[in-house]
Protein backbone atom coordinates (compact mmCIF):
# COMPACT_ATOMS: atom_id res chain seq x y z
CA UNK A 1 0.00 0.00 0.00
CA UNK A 2 1.15 3.38 -0.73
CA UNK A 3 2.12 5.58 2.37
CA UNK A 4 3.74 9.25 2.29
CA UNK A 5 5.97 10.16 5.08
CA UNK A 6 6.51 13.90 6.04
CA UNK A 7 9.77 14.42 8.28
CA UNK A 8 8.61 17.43 10.85
CA UNK A 9 5.04 18.02 12.19
CA UNK A 10 6.02 21.64 13.58
CA UNK A 11 8.33 24.14 11.89
CA UNK A 12 8.74 27.52 12.91
CA UNK A 13 10.48 30.00 11.29
CA UNK A 14 11.61 33.90 10.98
CA UNK A 15 10.09 36.06 8.40
CA UNK A 16 12.78 35.27 5.45
CA UNK A 17 13.97 32.36 6.40
CA UNK A 18 14.40 29.71 3.57
CA UNK A 19 11.76 26.88 4.07
CA UNK A 20 12.22 22.75 3.01
CA UNK A 21 9.79 20.71 4.17
CA UNK A 22 10.80 16.67 3.29
CA UNK A 23 7.91 14.38 1.61
CA UNK A 24 9.08 10.60 0.71
CA UNK A 25 6.64 8.47 -0.69
CA UNK A 26 6.77 4.17 -0.62
CA UNK A 27 5.39 3.89 -3.99
CA UNK A 28 7.27 1.67 -7.21
CA UNK A 29 5.33 2.71 -10.04
CA UNK A 30 4.78 6.13 -11.70
CA UNK A 31 3.16 8.57 -9.39
CA UNK A 32 1.91 11.98 -9.67
CA UNK A 33 2.60 14.07 -6.25
CA UNK A 34 0.83 16.94 -5.08
CA UNK A 35 1.15 19.92 -2.23
CA UNK A 36 -1.59 21.10 -0.66
CA UNK A 37 -1.37 23.86 2.03
CA UNK A 38 -4.65 24.82 4.63
CA UNK A 39 -4.74 28.03 6.02
CA UNK A 40 -6.40 28.73 9.06
CA UNK A 41 -9.55 27.87 9.44
CA UNK A 42 -9.70 27.25 5.84
CA UNK A 43 -9.91 24.32 3.42
CA UNK A 44 -7.37 22.96 0.91
CA UNK A 45 -5.76 24.68 -1.74
CA UNK A 46 -3.48 23.59 -4.33
CA UNK A 47 -0.29 24.92 -3.95
CA UNK A 48 1.56 22.22 -6.93
CA UNK A 49 1.63 19.41 -8.71
CA UNK A 50 4.09 17.33 -10.54
CA UNK A 51 2.60 15.37 -12.96
CA UNK A 52 5.67 14.51 -15.64
CA UNK A 53 8.90 16.06 -17.42
CA UNK A 54 10.64 18.57 -15.41
CA UNK A 55 11.22 17.57 -11.83
CA UNK A 56 11.51 21.08 -10.45
CA UNK A 57 8.15 22.40 -10.55
CA UNK A 58 6.88 26.14 -9.31
CA UNK A 59 4.00 26.73 -7.76
CA UNK A 60 1.46 29.48 -6.02
CA UNK A 61 3.29 32.07 -3.90
CA UNK A 62 6.47 31.58 -4.62
CA UNK A 63 6.85 27.78 -3.55
CA UNK A 64 8.46 24.90 -5.21
CA UNK A 65 9.22 21.83 -4.79
CA UNK A 66 11.71 19.17 -6.28
CA UNK A 67 10.75 15.34 -7.59
CA UNK A 68 13.52 12.59 -7.06
CA UNK A 69 12.30 9.75 -8.41
CA UNK A 70 15.50 7.81 -6.82
CA UNK A 71 14.62 8.75 -3.15
CA UNK A 72 11.34 9.01 -3.35
CA UNK A 73 10.82 12.20 -2.70
CA UNK A 74 9.22 15.64 -3.35
CA UNK A 75 10.40 18.06 -0.84
CA UNK A 76 8.75 21.67 -0.97
CA UNK A 77 11.10 24.98 -1.12
CA UNK A 78 10.37 27.94 -0.56
CA UNK A 79 13.90 30.47 -0.41
CA UNK A 80 11.65 33.30 1.98
CA UNK A 81 9.02 32.80 3.50
CA UNK A 82 6.31 35.15 5.06
CA UNK A 83 4.12 35.97 8.01
CA UNK A 84 1.06 34.60 5.54
CA UNK A 85 2.46 31.57 4.83
CA UNK A 86 1.94 30.34 8.63
CA UNK A 87 -0.39 27.18 7.65
CA UNK A 88 -0.53 23.42 7.43
CA UNK A 89 0.99 21.48 4.26
CA UNK A 90 0.25 18.87 3.17
CA UNK A 91 1.87 16.20 0.63
CA UNK A 92 -0.06 14.13 -1.22
CA UNK A 93 0.24 11.39 -3.69
CA UNK A 94 -1.85 9.14 -6.39
CA UNK A 95 -0.03 6.36 -7.88
CA UNK A 96 -0.46 6.46 -12.08
CA UNK A 97 -4.26 4.66 -12.20
CA UNK A 98 -4.81 4.64 -8.93
CA UNK A 99 -8.11 5.71 -7.69
CA UNK A 100 -6.90 7.08 -4.12
CA UNK A 101 -4.97 10.29 -3.01
CA UNK A 102 -2.44 9.69 -0.12
CA UNK A 103 -2.14 12.09 2.17
CA UNK A 104 1.07 12.79 4.52
CA UNK A 105 0.37 13.67 8.33
CA UNK A 106 1.16 17.07 7.29
CA UNK A 107 3.72 19.96 8.72
CA UNK A 108 2.61 23.03 10.77
CA UNK A 109 4.17 25.83 9.78
CA UNK A 110 4.74 29.32 12.20
CA UNK A 111 6.11 31.84 10.31
CA UNK A 112 6.73 34.33 13.46
CA UNK A 113 6.89 38.10 12.31
CA UNK B 1 -18.14 30.13 -9.63
CA UNK B 2 -16.49 26.21 -10.03
CA UNK B 3 -16.93 25.17 -6.15
CA UNK B 4 -17.69 22.54 -3.96
CA UNK B 5 -20.17 23.16 -1.37
CA UNK B 6 -20.76 21.26 2.17
CA UNK B 7 -23.57 21.57 4.93
CA UNK B 8 -23.39 21.93 7.49
CA UNK B 9 -20.39 23.60 7.98
CA UNK B 10 -20.37 22.70 11.88
CA UNK B 11 -22.63 20.16 13.60
CA UNK B 12 -22.98 18.81 17.29
CA UNK B 13 -24.78 15.92 17.64
CA UNK B 14 -25.30 12.74 19.72
CA UNK B 15 -24.72 9.38 19.92
CA UNK B 16 -26.64 7.45 17.78
CA UNK B 17 -28.36 10.00 15.93
CA UNK B 18 -28.57 9.36 12.50
CA UNK B 19 -26.77 12.20 10.46
CA UNK B 20 -25.93 13.26 6.69
CA UNK B 21 -23.44 15.47 5.33
CA UNK B 22 -23.95 17.05 2.16
CA UNK B 23 -22.03 17.59 -0.84
CA UNK B 24 -22.08 18.98 -4.04
CA UNK B 25 -19.90 20.59 -7.10
CA UNK B 26 -20.53 22.26 -9.68
CA UNK B 27 -18.04 21.35 -11.98
CA UNK B 28 -19.45 18.49 -14.31
CA UNK B 29 -16.62 16.23 -11.87
CA UNK B 30 -17.03 12.47 -12.54
CA UNK B 31 -14.80 11.64 -9.12
CA UNK B 32 -15.76 12.72 -5.79
CA UNK B 33 -14.37 11.92 -2.01
CA UNK B 34 -14.72 12.13 1.15
CA UNK B 35 -11.99 12.72 3.62
CA UNK B 36 -12.02 12.79 7.61
CA UNK B 37 -8.84 14.94 8.67
CA UNK B 38 -7.59 14.59 12.52
CA UNK B 39 -4.54 15.42 13.94
CA UNK B 40 -0.88 13.88 13.45
CA UNK B 41 -2.88 11.25 10.98
CA UNK B 42 -3.54 13.97 8.21
CA UNK B 43 -6.34 13.61 5.64
CA UNK B 44 -7.39 9.70 5.57
CA UNK B 45 -9.84 8.76 2.48
CA UNK B 46 -13.29 7.26 3.82
CA UNK B 47 -15.34 6.55 0.58
CA UNK B 48 -14.79 7.19 -2.97
CA UNK B 49 -16.63 7.96 -6.41
CA UNK B 50 -15.62 7.00 -9.83
CA UNK B 51 -19.22 8.01 -11.36
CA UNK B 52 -22.78 7.72 -10.47
CA UNK B 53 -24.12 4.71 -8.77
CA UNK B 54 -20.20 3.55 -8.49
CA UNK B 55 -18.67 3.93 -4.96
CA UNK B 56 -15.93 2.66 -3.28
CA UNK B 57 -14.42 1.96 0.06
CA UNK B 58 -11.26 4.02 1.10
CA UNK B 59 -8.85 3.74 4.01
CA UNK B 60 -11.33 4.10 6.96
CA UNK B 61 -15.05 3.58 5.99
CA UNK B 62 -16.41 1.73 9.04
CA UNK B 63 -19.41 3.60 10.04
CA UNK B 64 -20.06 5.65 7.68
CA UNK B 65 -22.24 5.31 3.86
CA UNK B 66 -22.48 7.09 0.98
CA UNK B 67 -24.63 7.67 -1.97
CA UNK B 68 -24.23 8.65 -5.84
CA UNK B 69 -27.31 8.97 -7.38
CA UNK B 70 -26.65 12.38 -9.43
CA UNK B 71 -23.14 13.19 -10.70
CA UNK B 72 -23.15 16.54 -8.83
CA UNK B 73 -24.07 15.08 -5.22
CA UNK B 74 -22.19 12.79 -2.93
CA UNK B 75 -23.48 12.76 0.67
CA UNK B 76 -22.11 11.03 3.77
CA UNK B 77 -24.15 8.92 6.11
CA UNK B 78 -23.58 8.36 9.87
CA UNK B 79 -26.45 5.91 10.31
CA UNK B 80 -25.51 5.66 14.16
CA UNK B 81 -22.56 8.20 14.96
CA UNK B 82 -19.82 7.60 17.97
CA UNK B 83 -17.44 9.69 19.57
CA UNK B 84 -14.56 8.57 17.32
CA UNK B 85 -16.24 9.94 14.29
CA UNK B 86 -16.02 13.65 15.93
CA UNK B 87 -13.53 15.13 12.97
CA UNK B 88 -13.10 17.67 10.39
CA UNK B 89 -14.55 16.39 6.97
CA UNK B 90 -13.62 17.10 3.47
CA UNK B 91 -15.44 16.38 0.57
CA UNK B 92 -13.15 16.62 -2.66
CA UNK B 93 -13.98 16.55 -6.52
CA UNK B 94 -12.45 15.80 -9.73
CA UNK B 95 -12.45 15.94 -13.43
CA UNK B 96 -11.17 12.26 -13.27
CA UNK B 97 -8.57 9.79 -11.87
CA UNK B 98 -6.74 6.12 -12.49
CA UNK B 99 -5.74 7.38 -15.49
CA UNK B 100 -2.89 9.23 -17.37
CA UNK B 101 -4.95 12.16 -17.04
CA UNK B 102 -5.59 12.52 -13.40
CA UNK B 103 -6.82 15.82 -12.15
CA UNK B 104 -6.02 17.87 -9.28
CA UNK B 105 -8.85 17.56 -6.46
CA UNK B 106 -10.53 20.55 -5.40
CA UNK B 107 -11.85 20.67 -1.99
CA UNK B 108 -14.54 21.54 -0.11
CA UNK B 109 -14.36 24.45 3.19
CA UNK B 110 -14.90 21.03 5.83
CA UNK B 111 -17.34 20.23 8.19
CA UNK B 112 -16.56 20.24 11.68
CA UNK B 113 -18.73 17.23 13.52
CA UNK B 114 -18.67 16.66 17.16
CA UNK B 115 -20.39 13.81 18.53
CA UNK B 116 -21.24 13.33 22.31
Known amino acids: ?113 | EAQVTQNPRYLITVTGKKLTVTCSQNMNHEYMSWYRQDPGLGLRQIYYSMNVEVTDKGDVPEGYKVSRKEKRNFPLILESPSPNQTSLYFCASSKKTGTKDTDTQYFGPGTRLTVL
Open chain 1, 1 to 113: AQSVSQHNHHVILSEAASLELGCNYSYGGTVNLFWYVQYPGQHLQLLLKYFSGDPLVKGIKGFEAEFIKSKFSFNLRKPSVQWSDTAEYFCAVNAEYGNKLVFGAGTILRVKS
